[in-house]
């Protein structure tokens, strides 16, 4: 049986945050992940980029962009790249100084620092917040075919999308003019790299749920009205751990 892996000052959240965090999300683990790729299609086109950037919990139970991990990929073996894509990217896949990792490298690093931050939550599943989230989930779940990822955390077809959150908060759908209207900083110099938008997608969730605080209280207390929660825990709503369809299962 392998060991555990050992604790990550990074990644121990205070004991208060933890329960809370295992909560908001009913045992979910948000974590912001932004893919570049070479092209519009998972199955064809390479996976170049992947950042993933972590939500973390303050004992009160403020969001705030935490830690991100991110790596150039090597296209896979027989995989499109569309030199319109690099245009806008602005990535060189044959750069000689670029660390590129295989694609199962790079999986496999990402994943090891989720489920570290799983266990620090005490949460049971990462769902993947993106700008346009369904693209970027889309890549994930090609490369983890790919490469034959046997333990992939993250649930594989729900999804946080904050083009949909800011869209409806702020009225902008668009990254940029939305973390504009934020009041937040934009570079666009920085913009399209998956580090960088990570980073910002995690911003926009952040300030959008911790905008609907008083909502979530609010609503947690009419769960509990109804015995969907039982105190520290989640009492799931019935049909909630209902498994996915056989194709989807992880």
Known sequence: MSKPEPADPEHVPLAAAAALM???????????????TGGFVAATDALLEIAATFIDMDSDGTLRRGATHNYHVKPFEGSRIDPVSLSVTGIDPDHPLRPALPERDALQRVFREVRRTLRAYDCRRAILVGHNAAFDLGFLNAAVARAEVKRNPFHPFSCFDTATLAGAALGQTVLAKAVTVAGLEWDAGSAHSARYDAERSADIFCLVCNRLKDSHEAASVRARELGWVSGGGDAEEPGADAQPPEGLRP
Request: glycine share 6%; net charge positive; no cysteine.
């Open 22 to 36: 295992s909560r908001r999300f009913r045992g979910y683990l948000p974590v912001a992940i932004d893919v570049e």
